[in-house]
Every structure is written in structure tokens, then in C-alpha cells.
């Protein structure tokens, strides 16, 4: 079976890291059943600079036919917000249905954490995001612009069935690891309208899944206790921006961004998933082979699971890891002297 | 002189801090000329439980011709969220048009930081929380609830003089500081309406003060930032929610919530300001004496500065740092064993 694989390697250190991603894949691909079509598409914001899109009009369709997406990062100064991300990855998270940000917050072994005294077994769980709704609407809009009574109207979106298949997913996923707990985050006790109604949708689920914990915090005390607590935590939900948020916060206490794997699924098998690393394009650093591959490598074993490439998935997972636990080898954001091609030789030699 | 502060020790924890905060200001206006008259108000969830409000429906009348307005915390279990915030907390402090949430965020001398290897040099910034407008707008609803296609809308509505009115607050602080240095948080590459028109807002006001350094963040990685590099940040004002988020998860990292003190202040002198901890009722610690008075005399200090009351405020919060300082009064949650009136003495004790 040959898994087809669409690459974005985008700008910046994104197009850096896809190499790693590659050699990664190519030296599995050497096992006698595992195989890959990689598909390359320059869609980036120096693909805007020539063509005036960050991907053709027929760009969605294109990328449809593929198992997966692999994404390095795009965004370049100079090139606005809202057309790298608007024009690329929001429409691609959207239109394919990838309802699931998946990104899992665990200290590899080896790394220090920025909170003291805290290891490898302190800092362990999933953020589920929402990744399709919410406070990502695009309805909105201004009124009295340019005068002293403009103002702007955002509105967050929270639907039953947005909220029941995430939901779902995240208590699913609590369900099938040891300690079975979500907690959930919210913030009914100041936001009137939205955050009450996905707060009952959890309340609605929860009986489906006896099994399971259900904890909720608001947001901000949520945020707060995974810097005091973060051993309270297994599996944590929460609406697009929540998870947004919290999502960044969990790698910056595991490592930094430079580390941070994320998974955009949608677990009906007839549309393409997107892998990326949680880190930007990094323009400030790009160019100059100092870019950390974890995130991108760890990214791929996420891929790998997703495809049900699990052998592939635990041998490069073990591989990363043995390489960050002996600790010979280090990037520079994690305190060492290697560079991206060193670091990714030394994971591709403990592959074998 | 007099002061007239009106007290609303609250429920849980918020009354059995209040004391604290009382002996304080009884010990400094032995001095002469500092004279407060305090009115006490019961408004709380026992209030609540009794008369089926939370506040008499001239509540906010009765507050209007104080000072100020010192409150423990409000919230018990039992009575929902929206009873207990909506009904007392959030209506002072949008009818008293308290604009402002300042939330100073600073490593007390002999606190430890939950971040490794990170000192009082290292955390000390003031979060500028918007405090009447943003994500906590009224405006929204549902439709076709208890149905499959059940949604919710939220309205986040931002104005524009709601955005220069806390955005001049934050750049006049900054520009009172060492550093200059005004950090924002921001969305716009994700949520396309709001924080875009917030970003112009900034744009807008950042000329008038050409001495600021102006620096833009995308909230999520504000608050990585925050964990990684807290000695970044000198002033961050945020909206409502992201106010909120932060000025959570700064004390975290800085002795946790029960030591962080907070101001929700209306500049202009005819209506009070409130003065609060930002921590909660905690009904789970109540009654036991354990409860950290420190984030209550320190919402002192930050009371007594608002009524320009400046010695007595660096000689409160001189005392109790010396206390923190010292470290051998210590309260449980920092890893001591004195209760909320040992550590109230030991501070009174310091002060003279
Ligand atoms: C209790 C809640 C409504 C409140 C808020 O979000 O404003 C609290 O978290 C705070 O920060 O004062
Ligand atoms: C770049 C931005 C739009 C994006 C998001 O907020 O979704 C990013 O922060 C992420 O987490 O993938």
C-alpha cells in the first residue's frame, strides 16, 4: 500500500525542516511494506510574491486526492496575516473538515523543563482543540469606521453538532488512556452566551462515557495550573481559541515551540489530514540550518499514527526520543551546538 | 481627610481575608491625618440565599458615594456563576465604568517562582486588563436549542473608545516606567474581525507616545512567553478575555493566585474604583484560617495608591515584603505553616 503524501514545505524555517521530514520518511520507507508518494506543492508566500494567491483557485482540489498533508509553516514579513494564513492553512483546516487540532504536550526525555523541579512524569497530556468554529468566525464586521463611534462586532460561533464531534473525539481519546480524565476548558462564570452552551454540551456527552473524569476550569485558572500543576492533566479540551491558547502554553513548559507537533485530522478517511509543527516559519532565523527538526519529526510519527503506520510511527518516536535522552546531540534552543541536518543525521542514525 | 471605603467582604476566603485587610488600615490610620470610614455591605451568596439577589436593586446606588470599594471575593457552591458574578462583581464593574483591571504581577523577595532558575529580577510586569467591553458583551443568543442543529452566537464587541481609553491608560504607565516598554495582545492572524480593528486601535494611539516601545503579540505566544521569557514584559494590556488569561497565568509563575492583587479602576474620581483579589472564594479552603491574606494587603497597598495615600502604601507593602522577605512567617500555600492571622500579626508586627 502506498500512502499519499502532499507536501507544503512552505517559507522560512518550514522549508528547512520538510528535509527532515523526508529523510525521516525515505529511511522507513526502506522497510518492505511501507510506502510513499510525495507530491510537492510550492504554495508559500513566495508562491503569492510571483502569482498574487497563496494557491491556485483549484489549490483545495489539488490537495484533496492525498492521505495526508505535511505542512512546514508559511507566513514571510511583508506578506500580511491575513493573506498567508487566510489564503493557506485556515481554508485547508476548514474545507477538508479538520475539526481535530491534536497536539500532544509530553517532555521528551533528556529536555528541561522552564518549570523547576518538574520531569519527563510530570508533564504529559493531549490538548484536543476545536478547529474548525468559534471565536474563528468569519462573521463579523465595523461600523462607524473612521469615526469616534466605530467599532467592530466579532461573533463566536458554537454549534451542537461543531461541539459534539470534538467532544466526542476528546472523550473517546480520555476514554482509551490510563488515567481517563478531560478536563475541559471554559469560561461560562464571564462569558455569557457561548461558553454556558458548549458547557452544556459537555454536560450532554458525558453520560455516554461513564468511564471518564470530567473536570472543568476556566480558562485562566486553567492556564495558571498548567504551569503549578501541570500533573493534573491527561486530556484537555477546548473551543479554537482556548486551545489555541493552551496549546502554545503546554510546549513552552516542555521545551519551547521549537519542539511542538500538531495534527489537523478529520477521522473520516475520505479526505486528507494536515501535520504540522506547532512553530512558525521564524523568518528571524531561518537560512541558517539552526532550526530544531523535533517538532517536524515528531510531527511525522503523528502521521505515521494517523495513516495506522504504528511500528513506523514507535520505532521514529523511539528514535527522537533516544536521541533527546542521551543528550550528545542538541539544537541550539535546547541548549546544544548541533544544527537542523546534525540533529536529523544523529535521529536517522539511531534508526538505523 | 477621610476615606469612605466600602467593604463587601463576600463569601469563602474573601471574608476571612478581609480582616486582614481591615487590621491593616486600622494600624495605619493611627497615623495622622489618614482617616477612613468604612461602611460595611453584605452582598454575598448568603445575602443571595436569604433575599433571592444578590445586591438590593439600589446596590449600586448605595456603593456610588465612596471612595472606594474593597471586596474579598464572591461566589459559593450552589449558586451558579452567573447569579453570584452577574449579579454583584461584573455590574460594579461595568456600572462604575471601571475600565481598567491592573494586575501587577511581581516575585515577591523570598517567594519561589514555579520557573526554574527565575528570581524577583526576572518577573515583574503589570498586566492592563480591559475591563467593560470585548469578549464579555451581553450581546448574543441561541437558536434551535435542544435541537441537532442547536447553536450559540456570542458577540465580542470592541469600540473604539472603549480600546483608546484603556490603551491610553496602558501607554501613560508604560511611559512611567523604566523600560517603556508596552506589550500587546493580540489575535489578528486568526480571529479576522476584532483584533484587527484592536491592532489599528494601537497603531492609532502609538504615535502620541513616541518614548513607548510598542511590541505586538499573538496571545498564544504571549502567554508561552510569559514562561519562557517573563523578563520580557514591562506593561501588556490585552482586551477582556485575554486580560483575564494573562493576568492568571503571570501569578503562576510569580507565588500563585493567592498572592495577586488586583485594581478595577474608573480614573475618573466621582465614581469608586474597586479593589479586589484575584483570587476566588475558594469554599473549598473556608474556615480553616489557611487562606493567604497576601494578594488581600497587597489590593490594599494598590487601594491606598489610588487615594494617593502614597507613604502609607510603600509602608504596607515595605512591611510585607519584609515579612516574604524574611520567610520564616510563612502562609501553606507558599510552604510555610502560618494561618491567614499569624501571617496578618507578623505583617502588623513589621509595620509598627
Ligand atoms: C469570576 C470571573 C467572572 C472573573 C473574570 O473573568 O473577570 C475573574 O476570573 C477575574 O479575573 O476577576
Ligand atoms: C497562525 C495562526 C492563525 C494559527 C492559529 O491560531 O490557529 C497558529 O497559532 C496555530 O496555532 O496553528
Known amino acids: 500500500m502506498t500512502h499519499r503524501i502532499a507536501l507544503i514545505p512552505g517559507d522560512g524555517i518550514g522549508a528547512e525542516v520538510m528535509p ?53 509553516a508559511v507566513g514571510y514579513p511583508g506578506v500580511p496575516d491575513h493573506v498567508s494564513l487566510w489564503g493557506l492553512l485556515l481554508p485547508i483546516r476548514r474545507e477538508f473538515g479538520q475539526y ?38 468569519d462573521i463579523g464586521g465595523r461600523m462607524y469606521d473612521g469615526l469616534p ?47 454556558p452552551f458548549w458547557d452544556e454540551q459537555v454536560a450532554g456527552m458525558a453520560p ?16 495558571a495550573n498548567l504551569v503549578t500543576h501541570p500533573d ?23 521545551g519551547g515551540i521549537g519542539v511542538a507537533p500538531s495534527a489537523n485530522i478529520n477521522p ?6 494536515m501535520f504540522e509543527p506547532v512553530h512558525g516559519s521564524a523568518p528571524d532565523i531561518a537560512g541558517q540550518d539552526i532550526a530544531n527538526p523535533i517538532a517536524m519529526i515528531w510531527t511525522v510519527v503523528m502521521m505515521l499514527e494517523h495513516l495506522n503506520e504504528n511500528d513506523a510511527a514507535t520505532d521514529l518516536m523511539s528514535a527522537l526520543e533516544a536521541v533527546t ?21 544523529r535521529v536517522l542514525a539511531e534508526l538505523g
Open 20 to 72: 527532515s521530514a523526508l529523510r525521516c520518511l525515505e529511511a522507513l520507507s526502506r522497510r518492505p511494506g511501507l510506502n510513499f508518494e510525495f507530491t510537492d506543492f510550492p504554495y508559500s508566500c513566495e508562491y503569492y510574491a510571483r502569482h498574487g494567491v497563496m494557491m491556485p483557485a483549484d489549490g483545495i482540489e489539488q490537495l484533496r486526492p492525498h492521505d495526508a498533508i505535511l505542512l512546514g
Open 100 to 137: 481535530v487540532n491534536l497536539r500532544p504536550v509530553r517532555l521528551l526525555r533528556g529536555l528541561t523543563s522552564a518549570l523547576r523541579d518538574r520531569g519527563p512524569e510530570d508533564i504529559n497530556y493531549l490538548v484536543v482543540r476545536e478547529n474548525n468554529e468559534g471565536e474563528y468566525s
Open 149 to 195: 463611534e466605530a467599532m467592530a462586532i466579532q461573533a463566536n460561533v458554537i454549534t451542537r453538532k461543531g461541539s459534539e464531534r470534538i467532544l466526542d473525539y476528546a472523550f473517546r481519546l480520555a476514554e482509551s488512556r490510563a488515567r481517563q480524565t478531560l478536563a475541559y476548558a471554559t469560561k461560562s462564570n464571564g462569558i455569557k452566551h457561548s461558553m
Open 208 to 223: 455516554r462515557y461513564p468511564a471518564v473524569n470530567v473536570e472543568q476550569y476556566h480558562v485562566d485558572i486553567l492556564a
Open 232 to 254: 493534573w492533566f491527561d486530556v484537555i479540551v477546548g473551543t479554537n481559541l482556548f486551545g489555541d491558547i493552551l496549546s502554545d502554553l503546554g510546549p513552552a513548559t516542555a
Open 268 to 273: 473520516d478517511p475520505g479526505v486528507p489530514s
Open 325 to 345: 535522552g542521551e543528550g550528545k546531540v542538541m539544537t541550539r534552543d535546547l541548549g546544544g551546538t548541533a544544527g537542523t541536518v546534525e540533529f536529523t543525521d
